[in-house]
């Protein structure tokens, strides 16, 4: 095979993501893709946990319906995932020995024909390594060497976690993986029916996470300040920003709650530097206020939204796409502000470079909507392409003639006024979360709130324009289009391959400005477009209501497939929900 | 060439004056424009950020650098303001509601951050824009239109509370005397560290004008024989129940401050590693 999924399921101590991240780097190092799904319960320590790693020679869009090739250190462990574990037929399976369970009450559905082996990981490692915490090295051995992944690249990617810290730790760790691969080798030499026959590049890759990535891509675009307060799935981004930001000039404050966060944030962008917040939907309900003030005030910001399964607490380690709403409508008010979706790994990166661009450009508040799926997972990545778009933009300040009779909110064209920074002289103005006069004094007048309405609105215009950015996917000329927004494009994309290969007519299309939408280029998308399905992880639809409610130009047969977040979109959902449209129109084409 | 001698009138502002007559906050605003014009701090580098209530639209009135933001959050986004320019001055300002009441939490961790900013608190004991509900710091027993019975709590004691927490600067100023206040917020903002000032500045609207007879009778101010540095004297000044005490209550100093504790992170940060650029961090990555 030339694209492998592979899972590893078991209790939080067995060390199933540390061997999960060893494996996708090691297919870093060999120039292959990897992707891999965290996957854990509520518990902070002992909890279950998996790790559902793909691997291929091609481009990877999804995590993979189907495992291939499962490693169970305990069935009960497993059960827990039994939602998001798919064994393909023919998969094979490996289960810790230790583990009492009999073999007729696996959790396996016995016509799958799955070839099941009995490996003792855990005497293995207490045994003969003495180290019980080992099991999950002695299993990536064995993982390795059944599956033909690059044993050097696991190797050296725990020496590169342990080799200068704790050198001890990293050679027992080896001795257990070359362990495992000793007891394949005794006890399996003919292998399984598994292989991955993909090779390589040879041109390492970069492995990454989507909360990783969405902070490095602000770092890169000079965020100063960053403020947060702990929440899942969006903590990584505060512990990544309070690592490096100090190295490069900047500075992160963990705030006493998420107003704090969000409301530091403006002060800093107010005082004239770049500035971000980042939460998940609950601490951004609570971020909603400060942010018409953001909005009111016409001050750069940039807030992260690594959404969650809701409402309230909901699933808080599993994903979803429906603070759509609250993103687009949240806030009293009539509130501009951009959202824009990231897609994968590598979009969250460029997104939170647009977002500090579109910022600045345009004195707005923009909210990134990433999630769980998109966070919480990592990708191998090229290293070339994170910085091939030049998007990074310092504070556009207000030029010496603007100082004469400062006008920190003058009425122009572009609806974008001077913004002075303290300590320009003659630049000092008052601004408030008041509607307000050209130079910030506080109003109560009805027609000067119209006329500011007017002038805040008539940056939106231009920002579909400029940042209104659609991905477009599958054969050009179809009559059937799937829209999708954000993490769904994974899946949708695979899905569009999947039938074009069955021989239907279908595109994607996915915008990566969700507000304002750029309609020009949904409508240059949409042309020809007779019926089209739009798919989202929200219960309630909420991407088709929008779409609805805010764009004209949909196809007059618009359908929507929309189920609830925690369970990943898979393509063969997705499939079918194509094939199911597919009906009538666009017959594949004799040659 | 000699740098011009500012005076209060380089703080005036045109923003037209919404207080009624005889509003206590006329008082603070005089003694913060002319606390400035003795700081000498040029308008550009001075930064006024207030709450919601009747004493937060003090940010307009003052020439400078002025925001007046939403209800409670004067302090985080002070803080953030201060943490990005160090170099600036930064004054944060409102009423009992918004620093005692909705933006609680922020008081007690600005405190323990320890930003150096200046906080005036426009100490009225009732919500006044909103027009005459309880406050925070509302005597038991008072009558106000949200409680009809009389106020059934007691009221907060933010200097006890300030100085339990380890506020580094602790005063507290009467609207009445706006020379002793001016002289508070300049001691205040060459504190290095948060600068705490409550003031005592009646409502005459919805407590009537005898509040300010209430601190001309009861305020003491304190002398010599009063030690800052002592939080045992300190401690027992803010727990006197009759009498008003007016001065600096408290003030320690040496405590790291906000924007120091990160300037030492970014040292500390580059010591260790140093960046060309941000590019160069993909090698974690790798």
Redesign the interface.
């Given at each position: 095979m030339r694209d492998v999924t592979l899972a590893i399921a078991g209790s939080g101590g067995d060390g199933v993501i540390t061997a999960g991240d060893f494996i996708v780097q090691a297919a870093?190092r060999k120039g292959l893709n990897a992707f891999m799904l965290k996957s854990y319960g509520p518990q902070i320590r002992g909890g279950e946990s998996s790790a559902r790693i793909r691997i291929s020679d091609q481009p990877i869009y999804s995590q993979g319906d189907f495992v291939d090739f499962l490693v169970v250190f305990s069935w009960k462990d497993f059960v827990r995932f039994i939602d998001e574990i798919q064994l393909r037929k023919g998969a094979v399976v490996l289960y810790d020995e230790a583990d009492t369970t009999p073999p007729e009450e696996f959790p396996i559905d016995k016509d799958l024909g799955v070839e099941l082996i009995a490996v003792p990981f855990k005497k293995m490692a207490s045994e003969e390594i003495k180290v019980p915490l080992t099991k999950n090295m002695v299993a990536l051995g064995v993982i390795a060497e059944l599956l033909h992944l690059p044993l050097d690249g696991i190797k050296d990617a725990v020496m590169k976690k342990f080799g200068k810290r704790k050198p001890e730790a990293a050679q027992v760790n080896i001795e257990a993986i070359d362990l495992g691969k000793k007891w394949v080798d005794d006890n399996l030499p003919d292998g399984t029916q598994i292989v991955l026959e993909a090779e390589g590049t040879g041109e390492?890759k970069?492995?990454?996470t989507g909360d990783?990535a969405v902070a490095?891509g602000a770092?890169?675009a000079g965020v100063?300040?960053f403020?947060g307060y702990p929440i899942t799935p969006a903590s990584p981004i505060l512990e990544f920003l309070s690592k490096?930001l100090?190295?490069?000039?900047?500075?992160v404050?963990q705030?006493?709650?998420e107003?704090?966060a969000i409301?530091?944030?403006?002060?800093?962008?107010?005082?004239?530097?770049q500035?971000m917040t980042a939460s998940s939907g609950p601490g951004i309900a609570l971020k909603l206020?400060?942010l018409g003030?953001a909005a009111i005030?016409e001050i750069p910001l940039v807030v992260v939204n690594v959404q969650r399964v809701g409402p309230s607490t909901g699933i808080p380690s599993k994903s979803e796409q429906a603070d759509l709403f609250q993103a687009v409508g949240g806030t009293p008010g009539d509130v501009p502000r951009v959202v824009l979706a990231p897609s994968d790994v590598e979009d969250n990166f460029q997104v939170a470079v647009e977002a500090f661009y579109l910022a600045e450009k345009y004195q707005i508040p923009v909210i990134i909507l990433s999630d769980q799926f998109l966070g919480e997972r990592s990708e191998t990545?090229d290293?070339e392409i994170?910085?091939a778009r030049k998007r990074v933009i310092a504070r556009q300040l207000a030029k010496p003639s603007d100082l004469k009779d400062y006008k920190r909110y003058k009425l122009t064209d572009t609806g974008v006024s001077p913004m002075t920074?303290?300590?320009?002289?003659?630049?000092?103005?008052?601004?408030?979360?008041?509607e307000h006069h050209e130079d910030?004094?506080?109003t109560s007048s009805g027609t000067l709130h119209q006329i500011m309405s007017e002038k805040r609105e008539r940056k939106m215009p231009l920002i579909a324009e400029e940042s209104g950015f659609v991905r477009i996917y599958g054969d050009e000329d179809a009559e059937l289009a799937v829209l999708a927004w954000g993490s769904s494009k994974g899946a949708v994309r695979e899905a569009i391959e999947k039938a074009r290969e069955e021989g239907i007519k279908v595109k994607a299309i996915v915008p990566q400005l969700i507000y304002p939408i750029p309609e020009k280029k949904l409508d240059a998308a949409l042309k020809g477009v007779k019926r089209a399905v739009v798919i989202e992880l929200s219960f309630g639809a909420q991407f088709y209501r929008y779409l609805r409610a805010y764009y004209d130009g949909l196809p007059k047969e618009t359908y929507s497939y929309a189920r609830s977040g925690a369970n990943p979109l898979l393509v063969s959902e997705v499939l079918e929900a194509i094939k199911q449209h597919a009906g009538g129109m666009d017959a594949p084409q004799e040659a | 060439m000699e740098p011009v001698k500012l005076t209060a009138k380089d703080y005036k502002t045109s923003v037209p004056i919404v207080w009624c007559p005889g509003c206590g906050d006329f008082g603070v605003l005089n003694a913060m424009q002319q606390a400035a014009a003795e700081l000498a701090v040029p308008p550009e580098n001075l930064m006024v950020v207030s709450g919601i209530g009747c004493s937060s639209r003090i940010a307009g009135y003052v020439n400078a650098f002025g925001f007046n933001t939403i209800h409670g959050r004067a302090l985080p986004i002070a803080s953030g303001a201060k943490l990005a320019r160090p170099e600036m001055t930064v004054w944060a300002a409102g009423g009992d509601g918004d620093g005692y009441s909705i933006g609680t939490n922020h008081f007690v961790h600005t405190i323990r951050r320890n930003a150096d900013i200046t906080y005036i608190v426009m100490d009225n004991h009732i919500y006044g824009l909103t027009k005459g509900q309880v406050s925070p710091t509302t005597p038991h027993g008072d009558y106000t239109k949200s409680t009809p019975m009389g106020n059934p709590d007691r009221p907060l004691n933010p200097l006890a509370l300030a100085l339990e927490l380890g506020a580094t600067f602790i005063a507290q100023g009467f609207s009445g005397n706006v020379k002793h206040l001016r002289d508070l917020i300049v001691k205040g903002t060459q504190h290095k560290g948060f600068s705490f000032i409550n003031v005592k500045s009646p409502c005459v609207t919805f407590r009537g004008r005898q509040e300010f007879n209430v601190v001309r009778e009861h305020g003491v101010y304190l002398d010599e024989s009063h030690d800052p540095t002592d939080w045992n004297q300190a401690h027992e000044v803010t727990q006197w129940k009759e009498k008003i005490p007016l001065g600096v209550i408290y003030q320690i100093h040496g405590v790291p401050t906000l924007d120091q504790i990160a300037d030492d992170l970014r040292h500390k940060a580059q010591e260790k590693q140093q960046f060309k650029s941000s590019k160069d961090l993909l090698e974690i990555f790798r």
């Open positions: 870093a390492p970069l492995v990454m990783d490095y770092l890169h100063k300040v403020a490096w100090p190295h490069f000039g900047g500075a404050v705030t006493e709650d107003i704090a409301t530091y944030a403006i002060g800093a962008s107010w005082a004239g530097k500035a206020e400060a003030l005030a990545i290293p994170l910085f920074v303290p300590g320009m002289k003659g630049g000092q103005y008052i601004t408030s979360g008041l910030g004094r506080p | -």
